[in-house]
DNA sequence: TATTGTTATACTCTATAACTATA
DNA sequence: TATAGTTATAGAGTATAACAATA
């Protein structure tokens, strides 16, 4: 059970969390469930799957990236037909990227890869350790957000 | 208080943790507490700080990056005068790598700046989700090291 | 005049391959 | 022959600045 009260001297575990979060990012660029794809260009699919679609400029936004990255990597994913682009409605500027057949069942591979990942991983920690990582990953979501 | 069960359905969290991993990761690389580091190089340090000494293969496989990557950061390092090289007492082909005492104080200085990012972040999450990411904090690095 | 998205360009970080020195 | 570290080079990913089209 951690310690829960908020002390001066959190400093310890802001270290600790940013020095956890960019070693562990440097691996998941390695350990890539599909080899063709960046990590960010993953998260934007994963993004549109949950949105349903979204501008590049939104896409952005939630990335963190900027809107020139943005066009670059919409640029690939619909040269490789994973997402199309539509124009929008009431704004002639802007435009809609919106996932694809092919994007929905490639997210469904990565899935299965993926637990195939965690299994080993689960294997390893003990049972307290994936809970807190299962309750600590939304927060970092949020955390990403903020 | 999070579920503790594993399910067979754990994809979800893997999904947003790795999102939010990477997410997070990219945001910290704009918040740099100094603005000459780049994250990987801090993190030299802050492993520095916790072993006093190490060599640049050492180093590598703690960061995860390979051995030139090492020889550039430390290179960087020593020009900025944040480590010092010694020669290996036993094998003349390694090298020893220690913190300054100008990096000791930077990284105090960092602590300082490190506080006030997170007394805005506190002031933003609630009590628990913080008490979440310090518990997830070192099972974070303990995934990096696997 | 402000905003959305794009093009052109450059920079940062890291990797791979080939090399040197030592074990 | 194997290992630690370096040098040279290339690639991936992102940013900034300048631009075009639309609001």
Redesign the pocket.
Known sequence: MPDLSRTPDDTAAVNALRSGVMRLS?RLKHQRVDESL?P?EMSVLGTLARCGSA???ELARKE????????????LLESKGLVGLEP?PE?????VVRQTELAEAMLEESRRKRNAWLAELAGRLDEDEWATLRAAAPVLEKLAHM
């Not at 963190?64 to 640029?75: C, G």
């Not at 704004?91 to 435009?95: A, P």
């Open positions: 440097r960046s960010t501008t590049p400029g963190h990236v900027q809107p020139p990255s943005m066009t670059r990597i919409v640029a929008h704004d002639r500027r802007q435009k």
